[in-house]
Structure formats: C-alpha cells, structure tokens
C-alpha cells in the first residue's frame, strides 16, 4: 500500500463520506475502498472496532472513528484549528454529531410501521430539536464554526444536517431545523464550496 486507504460502505453520506470530503479537500490522493453490504460481516472483525469508516496510512495501523480521522486529515492540512482551546470546541460539536446519530441509530431499526412513526416523531419533536437549538447557540457570525474558513468540524454537520433535512427519514420533516438558521447557513455554504462540491459530484456518480 502507498498511498491512504479509506474504507466505507459503497454509498455517498454519513461518516465515511465526511471522511472522503475531509481527504478530497486536504489535497490528499487515496483509495477510496466501497465495501458492498453482504460483503461487510466478513470484514467486520478485522476492523479495530468492528465499524467503518477506516483510514489506512501507509505504515502505520488502521485508524477508526469518523472524529479521530478528521481531525487527523484536519491538523496535517489546514482543516482543523491550531489554537488547542478552539479545536477543542470543534471536537466538542463533532462529538455532538456523534451522539446524534446515536439517537437516531435505534429507530432505524424498528420495523413495525407505528413504532416507527411514533418514535421519529418524538424524535423530531425533542432530540433533533433540542440538538439543533443547542449547535445554533453555538454559532457565531460564521458562514462556518471558525468564522470564514471551512473546518472538518464543518463537513460534519454539513453531513447530518444533509441527512436530517432530506426527507429520506421517515416521519422527520424537511423542516426540523428550520429554527436554526445560523446551522443552514453553515450547511448551504459547506455545500457551495467549490472543493466539496468538486467532490459530491464525483463521489455521486
Ligand atoms: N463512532 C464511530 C461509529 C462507526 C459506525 O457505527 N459506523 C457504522 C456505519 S456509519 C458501521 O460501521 N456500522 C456497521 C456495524 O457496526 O456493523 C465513528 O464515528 O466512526
């Protein structure tokens, strides 16, 4: 292997495709290995932590944790704050990225119709709502956490807020965080950025 290698299910969002954006954006030419579903319970005991996605770099042990390979794409190439107090507090909304999707990740699981229904309209109604009021608050003049240039943490919440805002989950309106104005605008200038959208067209295809 001589060159990174990152490792992700074969589709275009969450974690591993903040990766990508985080490698495409650093300059840094790698593997882009998409691992097919039915092939994912063969793999999955030789990953670190049993989940994707995994950077590879060369020489060195395979890395887990979407968080841990952005902020290490972000120190080496610009895309991370220097200031040990200010890329703190990016890691801190990053980590609530995290915890997010955590409370999401069960009613992805529920089959029965009803259930489903009354578990992401609570959902919608308390976590994501709250989640998005605490982030705004959070925010300053921006477009972006750091002001006006584009961070990792920013590719995070620019993918989670895609995912909520999309309508591909059920029951979660398109408009759960339309009380966070700040956060949209962050999410839509992510989104004009001409290296990420560079990135989403080829990535799509
Ligand atoms: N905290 C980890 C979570 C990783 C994770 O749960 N990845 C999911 C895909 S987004 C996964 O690999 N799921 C398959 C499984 O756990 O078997 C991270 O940020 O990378």
Known sequence: ???????????AGSRGEECRIALHLA??????VRVKSADWPA???SMPFGAMPVLQMPGKPALAHSNAILV??????GLHPVDAF???RHEAMMCAVEEL????????????????RAA???????????????VERQLDDGP???????????????MVVRWLTSGTLDHVPTTVLDHCPKLLRLYRAVGEHPGVKAWLAKSAQ
């Not at 300059?27 to 882009?32: A, K």
């Not at 290490?72 to 190439?77: E, K, P, V, Y």
């Not at 992401?120 to 605490?134: D, F, I, K, V």
């Not at 956490?145 to 919440?157: A, E, F, N, T």
């Open 1 to 11: 292997m001589n060159k990174p290698r990152l490792t992700y299910f074969d589709f």
């Open 27 to 32: 300059g840094i030419e790698f593997d882009d």
């Open 43 to 45: 793999l999955k005991e």
């Open 72 to 77: 290490f794409i972000g120190r080496q190439h």
């Open 86 to 88: 200010e890329a703190a």
């Open 101 to 116: 999707r955590h409370a999401i990740t069960p009613t992805l699981r529920i089959s029965d119709p009803e259930q489903k």
């Open 120 to 134: 992401r309209e609570a959902l919608a109604a308390n976590e994501l709502a709250t989640w998005g009021r605490q």
């Open 144 to 158: 972006f956490v750091g002001g006006q240039s584009l961070q990792v943490s920013d590719i995070k919440l620019y």
